[in-house]
């Protein structure tokens, strides 16, 4: 099977398995998360499919979206032995998507170059107008309001602490959004990421002028 081949049964296989998801982790996501990591890939010399592969499967295995996460692990496993035919290449992809998580901010950052690209990609697609509609996407789906005056701002989380329901999508901004910019392991990434988080910043702005409205 050559490398195309591989990237179109692994886009298969992951179409089918977000299918339906409405927490912002679907299909598109991965797509999008895909074509910035290809491009961010491209000008730092990586390995593009190394890159492209780990991109395609990077939620496959993610508590937010299932719940059974060992046999889905070694589903991967399986299907990535599989079609890449190589263990040091099938290693390098599960080791990037174990290590490109945030996790409240103690998420640790891929020591490989491909994986700090993935984990730049992955967060890019959390900043700018798209990152805005996830976070109120995500909200809903964990039924929290969009906004609630009432909570504090957590900082230095647990990740028990992060993924519990005492907060608002709009202190999602502050308490994980606002600090990707900062994150970010690439310079290719970095300047993407300055112009999203501006736009974010404009946007709570806004959010705020209209729910302060008085007459
Ligand atoms: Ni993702």
């Known amino acids: 099977m050559n490398k195309q081949e591989i990237i179109l049964q692994l886009e298969q296989y992951v179409r089918n398995l977000h299918q339906g998801d409405s927490s912002g982790h679907d299909w ?29 499967v990077h939620d496959v295995i993610d508590d937010k979206l299932h719940d059974d996460l060992a046999s889905q692990k070694i589903q991967l496993e399986n299907i990535l032995k599989e079609l890449l035919n190589n263990s040091e290449e099938v290693n390098e992809v599960l080791y990037i998507i174990e290590n490109i998580s945030y996790k ?16 730049d990609a992955d967060r890019l697609d959390a900043i700018g107008a ?6 109120f996407a995500y909200g809903g ?7 609630n005056p009432d909570f504090k701002i957590r900082e230095n989380m647990t990740i028990e602490e992060y993924r519990s329901d005492q907060s608002s999508s709009l ?19 970095y300047e993407i990421a300055n ?7 404009n946007f709570i702005d806004q959010f705020m002028k209209e729910w302060n409205f008085k007459i």
């Open 171 to 189: 202190h999602h901004f502050y308490e994980k959004i606002l600090k990707l910019k900062d994150l970010m392991n690439t310079k290719v990434a």
């Open 195 to 201: 112009e999203r988080h501006q736009f974010v910043e």
């Open 141 to 147: 789906k964990k039924n929290r309001s969009m906004y």
């Open 104 to 119: 409240g901010g103690n998420g640790v950052i891929p020591t490989s170059l491909e994986g700090k690209i993935v984990q």
């Open 28 to 56: 598109y996501h991965i797509d999008r998360v895909r074509n910035l990591a290809v491009h961010i890939a491209e000008k730092e010399n990586a390995n593009v499919f190394i890159v492209e592969c780990a991109a395609l």
């Open 130 to 135: 798209i990152g805005v509609a996830r976070t």
